[in-house]
């Protein structure tokens, strides 16, 4: 890995199995996507106040468990998959508008490695299609009105 860190690749390969995992319509889950290593070479690409800002979502996705119940062991990571997708849904649902962002941009950036891995690509029959860069569609993204990304309500 370039980036990560060992606690970053558990987290990051957990919330890819969570949003992809096995048995998915598909039949492709997260970590034969090659999602972990597709954030890994990302980060790589961004200037280091941009990579520090997606690693802290990464930390506080694995760490907020653990804090909220004031044990270390809640981890994100060591939790069962439902547990982690009641913990994933309940940022996308959540009253707090910071939350439901920063799950949007995370299921945002998860989704860019699952659908930029060559045998997802090829399932879905896009293989020839240019996915452009995430660099290029997350500045986009930055840059569209909030109403559009969902977020005012």
């Known amino acids: 890995m370039q980036c990560l860190t060992k606690t970053e690749v558990r987290t990051v390969r ?11 319509a598909l039949g492709i889950d997260g970590i034969d996507a090659g999602v972990t290593k597709y954030i890994d070479g990302y980060l790589a690409k961004l200037a280091l106040w941009e990579r520090t800002k997606v690693r802290a ?8 468990p653990a804090a909220a119940a004031m044990d270390k062991s809640q ?25 439901r962002m920063s799950f949007k941009a995370l299921r945002y950036l998860l989704g860019l490695a699952y659908i930029s891995s060559g045998v997802v690509a090829k399932e879905l029959g896009i293989v020839e299609a240019d996915l452009g860069e995430p660099e290029e569609l997350l500045r986009q993204m930055a840059n569209a009105p909030i109403g559009d990304l969902g977020a005012a309500e």
């Open 14 to 24: 957990a919330i890819g199995q969570t949003f992809y995992p096995r048995g998915n």
């Open 75 to 99: 981890r994100f990571s060591a939790a069962n998959f439902e547990t982690r997708a009641e913990y994933l849904d309940a940022w996308e649902n959540s009253a707090i508008n910071l939350r």
């Open 57 to 64: 979502l990464f930390w506080a996705i694995e760490f907020a």
